[in-house]
């Protein structure tokens, strides 16, 4: 026979289980709306003029065949080529958070992809050779890593073609 302190005892128990539960579930839900809260930040700074602006100048103003011929036509003065470099590192920082798990690629993807991509495949060349000439092989890694895990996403979510 089961007397009343035993059952209190398990009641008790049952309530403390489930409020644990309760409090993981909200820990969760709060780590997920802080991640959509930066990336929507991100992407109001993203979408700001000052980044469109240079945006759109990285990907329309230059024209080049190679790191040589951008270092010909455009190294000076360093204030025409900010446009260029603001873009890379704000997709570099991008980078970091995804590469930190601080943020969700699905939504970073959403939101970036083909401003990333389009970017990248522009400045590849450029990262590749300013890395070499400044012996420097991480800069601009975060962008390329968010880039990577962006194709890699593309080719999951792509359907089976027969």
């Known amino acids: 026979m089961v007397d009343i302190s035993t059952i209190s005892i398990v009641v008790a128990s049952a309530g403390v289980f489930a409020a644990a539960i309760y409090y993981i579930l909200q820990l969760r839900h709060q780590s997920r709306m802080r991640q959509t809260d930066l990336v929507v930040r991100l992407y ?73 991509t389009i970017v990248w495949k522009k400045v590849k060349p450029l990262v590749e050779g300013r890395r070499k000439e400044l012996n420097q092989p991480t800069t601009y890694q975060s962008f390329e890593y968010l880039y990577n895990e962006m194709k890699k996403r593309e080719q999951r979510l792509q359907p089976f073609k027969a």
């Open 44 to 116: 109001s700074a993203f979408s700001g003029n000052e980044l469109q602006e240079a945006y759109f100048e990285t990907v329309y103003g230059f024209e080049f065949a190679d790191y040589d011929d951008f270092m010909k036509k455009y190294r000076m003065p360093a204030k025409s080529i900010l446009p260029l470099w603001q873009v890379c590192t704000f997709f570099d920082g991008v980078g970091v958070l995804l590469r930190r798990k601080l943020v969700d690629i699905g939504l970073v993807d959403e939101l970036f992809h083909a401003g990333a």
